[in-house]
């Protein structure tokens, strides 16, 4: 256990990227940060399905990026700054990983914010 | 001997960088933004100093996690723009300064702080997107930096206390570089902000206007603090206010907050402090404490 961290557990819908999560989520977290360079993004832009093989991703892994499934992958181990690549290939922002990680849609996510527009 | 004029702690949102590059300075979402900046940029064009110095942390980009830098020292000429999923951002590549960065290395590894060196690898936003905010290119870069990586990814992270002696060990590498060079120290990150969980999205607007007035006043009080606190209090990546004790550690007390922005438009509060030294004394007195 980690001094620094005593007490972390108790804050509620937080996930801590640690050794643990790096090491369960190291193949998946490899394919996403593979996406900045681009003969991968272009293959997998192409055909997904191929990019996802050469990555040797498991079925779970593989409908969670499929699917984008925001929430899930970062209850995985998925480090948000891999899914960021992810989100830039996809063209998705961040506010609206945000909201998924929240269970929300970009539009009620937004509403909670200050200035909406600044993104 | 190289001189350390002042400090800079400021947010580094890849958004800050995008604003800038869609020419956004008039558009009222992102104006006081740009409006927060201007102070910074005018104090820099004023000093015109030859080398900014980074503690920044990389985001998965540069470095992945089959061999994750706690902390790491670029020692490169130059740095590619790195590519972060949709292609560099278009500005030139950054500018190293090598024979200071080695003498950085021999100091710190001397003053047993072993640190990490890399070169001839890309740097994402953690660095240029603040850096075009206060010292745009025109078309090149007013000058040189060094970039420091420090881990605040993959738990375990270095403590709060840690990355304040590895300021004041950079410190002393730079007072004891033999030519004149005036270098101001730049900590990026923070402030508050989750960007996980159903937390997702949580801010502490009192905690960040605590932070901004300690980092200055009684920056001893941060380093004491743990990383579950800094989490509790400002989120998860709130936690990369550990580079700006970098960067504080780095300058003597003496140093003074002559300027601050705070911004919360989205997830991320975005702030910039601007820390002024007095113009004498006798700085190497103060690098030992």
């Given at each position: 256990m980690n001094p620094q961290l005593k007490?972390?557990?108790?804050?509620?819908g937080t996930h801590i990227f640690n050794l643990e999560a790096s090491a369960k989520a190291l193949r998946l977290n490899r394919f996403l940060h593979g996406l900045t360079i681009p003969h991968n993004r272009t293959l997998f832009k192409a055909n997904p399905e191929a990019a996802l093989d050469k990555a040797d991703l498991s079925a779970q892994e593989r409908r969670m990026v499929r699917e984008l499934d925001w929430a899930a992958l970062i209850r995985y181990g998925a480090s948000f700054f891999c899914l960021e690549k992810l989100g830039r290939v996809k063209g998705v922002s961040n506010p609206e990983m945000v909201a998924g990680f929240r269970g929300e849609s970009l539009e009620e996510f937004l509403k909670t914010r200050n200035v909406p527009g600044a993104r | 001997m190289a001189r350390i004029i002042g400090g800079i702690g400021t947010s580094h949102v890849p958004t800050i960088g995008a604003a800038y590059d869609r020419k956004k300075q008039s558009d009222p979402d992102w104006a006081p933004l740009f409006k927060g900046y201007e102070p910074v940029k005018a104090w820099l064009d004023g000093k015109k100093p030859d080398v900014l110095v980074f503690f920044y942390n990389d985001h998965?980009?540069?470095?992945?996690?089959d061999h994750y830098p706690t902390f790491a020292l670029g020692v490169s000429a130059e740095y590619p723009i790195a590519?972060?999923?949709?292609?560099?951002?278009p500005v030139p590549p950054l500018k190293g300064h090598p024979a200071l960065a080695r003498h950085m290395a021999d100091s710190l590894v001397n003053d047993e702080f072993d640190i990490s060196v890399w070169q001839d690898l890309p740097i994402d936003h953690g660095v240029h997107s603040p850096l075009t905010m206060f010292w745009p290119p025109s078309p090149g870069w007013p000058g040189k930096i060094v970039p420091i990586e420090i881990n605040v990814l993959q738990h375990p992270i270095p403590t709060p206390a840690r990355c304040w002696k590895l300021g004041r060990a950079v410190r002393r590498a730079l007072l004891s570089y033999p030519e004149d060079l005036k270098v101001v120290i730049v900590g990026t990150g923070g402030l508050s902000h989750q960007m996980n969980g159903e937390r997702a999205g949580f801010n502490n607007e009192k905690w960040d206007m605590k932070f901004l007035d300690l980092i200055a006043r009684d920056p001893k009080k941060l380093t004491a603090m743990r990383h579950a606190d800094y989490i509790r209090l400002g989120g998860t990546e709130g936690a990369e206010e550990i580079m700006w004790l970098a960067m504080r550690g780095a300058l003597s007390p003496r140093a003074r907050k002559i300027h601050q922005n705070y911004y919360l438009p989205m997830t991320t509060a975005m702030a910039v402090a601007l820390f002024e030294e007095p113009a004498t004394g006798s700085e190497s007195k103060d690098a030992r404490s």
């Open positions: 007490g972390v557990e108790k804050i509620e | 998965a980009t540069t470095f992945f996690f590519d972060e999923g949709s292609g560099p951002r």
